[in-house]
């Protein structure tokens, strides 16, 4: 096919841009999409290009003011990476206004069998088989392309990172889905698009009211009332938190956390959306209302996730149903999600869907997906922090995953010592030390001081408490009990794990 170019028109100073209409990238809801000539970036026009000043003043706050990606911008390049954020304006005489976007990075398009070369949309992952009742995950995406539990985690964890950079900027995204996030879960990552719609918070009402099962109870009450009626809610943060938990949910649970076994005689197909996701939902988990459980028999508890995640889980879904100030903050979702990570067992058994679960504290720990369980004890450290002197309180834990599959490294970063330490941008990327399972000169799991301050050992060795010493770069057999001390007696209060074989 012969290339046709037409050219468009910056907003800001510069050449006309290039776009190649002969082979359309895409058609969006709203929107019809081109490949600019060098193929890395596309425009996106608007089906309705009449013109709008409040989705123009609303497009130039989002493009240039409230960018986080521009350059200038503190971390801009780390956010250009978990936004497909629109990086100008321009003007074509008969398609109206449009956007320059950066083309989604490759590892969001699927490599292999039916779905080769389709962006990897969050519904692939999600969605419902109607015919087995497991996500499409399982069916339509080749195994390569599943990823397991944990970097789904990961990308959990990614998601709610994006999520809180935006709302600290003053923006909401008003249609948070798994249509308008992508994820990759062969490396963890994830990446908001459509951020066009964002709504600049109290500046302009939004176009969207968001996407079925994701919006929040409180605008599916009001949605019938007149647009400038007080009463009627709009998309905010507040919103984008309900759509946020119901993701995250999803994506952990693999089923949707208000549909349950609850049935609507002869409700319209309106009552019934009014029912399951309005201020009426019923949590299919909640522990105060049994009456909609989840769908068969033998549903997994979001408590194999942990208590922690369970409890956000309940406060998002029962108490933040009609309370909206009481559900959880994307940062409090990247706090848990990180424990989660943190707190993962690699699951022995190769055939096993998920790959990874949590670890709770208990003795003989099994996997609640396949059911395996490790011959060996699992090892895990607790951290703890001193602050004020004399006291202690728990920074986190961490499992070291060495101990059950022997290739494994565990690396331990200031984030998980330290309370309140940069995971992200600004997160010292270099590890303090890692554990890795050696033969000599005794087999076993030692730890690898990668830092530049000496670490404190104490240990109990014959019912005598002994000291040792790691200078950096040095390794030391692990043993149950042992207390580590990270940094030396230079700091005012020291940072201390616990090594506990459970
Ligand atoms: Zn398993």
Redesign the pocket.
């Known amino acids: 096919m012969r290339k046709k170019h037409e050219k468009a028109q910056r907003r800001n100073s510069g050449p006309d841009i290039e776009f190649d209409v002969s082979n359309p990238a895409g058609m969006g809801g709203m929107k019809e999409v081109f490949f600019t000539k060098d193929r890395q970036n596309v425009v996106a026009f608007y089906h309705n290009n009449s013109k709008s000043d409040d989705r123009e003043n609303r497009l130039e706050q989002v493009v240039y003011d409230y960018n986080p990606t521009r350059d200038g911008q503190s971390n801009a390049a780390y956010w250009s990476n978990l936004f497909c954020w629109p990086s100008e304006i321009v003007d074509h005489p008969k398609r109206g206004i449009g956007i320059v976007l950066p083309v989604y990075p490759d590892c969001f398009f699927f490599k292999e069998g039916t779905l080769k070369g389709i962006e990897k949309n969050g519904c692939w992952f999600t969605g419902i088989s109607p015919l087995t009742r497991r996500p499409f995950r399982y069916s339509r995406v080749e195994k390569s392309e599943r990823g397991d539990l944990r970097l789904i985690v990961e990308a959990m964890i990614c998601l709610s990172r994006t999520i809180q950079r935006m709302h600290n900027a003053g923006l909401a995204h008003s249609d948070l889905s798994e249509n308008n996030v992508l994820i990759d879960p062969t490396s963890g990552r994830s990446l908001v698009i459509d951020v066009d719609a964002l709504v600049v918070t109290g500046l302009f009402p939004p176009e969207v009211l968001g996407s079925k099962g994701y919006i929040a109870p409180e605008i599916l009450a009001t949605r019938n009332l007149p647009i400038d009626d007080p009463k009627r809610k709009h998309p905010s943060a507040e919103t984008d938190k309900h759509s946020l938990a119901v993701m995250i949910y999803k994506y952990l649970m693999e089923r949707h956390p208000l549909e349950g076994k609850r049935i609507f005689i002869g409700a319209t197909a309106d009552e019934v959306d009014h029912l399951t996701y309005g201020s009426k939902a019923i949590y299919c988990e909640s522990l105060e209302n049994s009456n909609n459980r989840p769908k068969g028999d033998n549903y997994l508890p979001s408590t194999i996730l942990g208590k922690k995640m369970a409890d956000m889980f309940h406060r998002a879904f029962v108490d933040g149903i009609t309370n909206p100030m009481n559900r959880p903050l994307s940062g409090e979702w990247e706090n848990t999600l990180s424990w989660v990570s943190d707190n993962m067992v690699k699951?022995?058994?190769t055939n096993?869907?998920?790959?990874w679960?949590v670890f709770l504290n208990e003795r003989n720990s099994k996997?609640p997906?396949?059911?395996?369980q490790s011959k060996d004890k699992i090892r895990f450290f607790e951290f703890e922090q001193e602050s004020p002197a004399g006291w202690f309180r728990t920074a986190g834990s961490l499992v070291l995953n060495a101990s059950v599959s022997q290739n494994l490294r565990t690396r331990i970063y200031k984030h998980h010592i330290e309370n309140g330490a940069p995971r992200g941008p600004g997160e010292d990327s270099r590890p303090i030390a890692d554990v890795c399972f050696m033969e000599s000169p005794y087999p076993g799991y030692y730890l690898n001081n990668l830092s530049d301050d000496k670490m404190l050992i104490r240990n109990t060795e014959n019912g005598y408490t002994v000291f040792h010493e790691i200078p950096p770069s040095k390794k030391l057999l692990l043993q149950e009990g042992m207390e580590i001390r990270f940094n030396s007696s230079k700091s005012n209060s020291f940072f201390r794990a616990r090594t506990l074989f459970r």
């Open positions: 699951c022995g058994n096993c869907d998920y790959g679960f996997c997906y396949c059911s395996w």
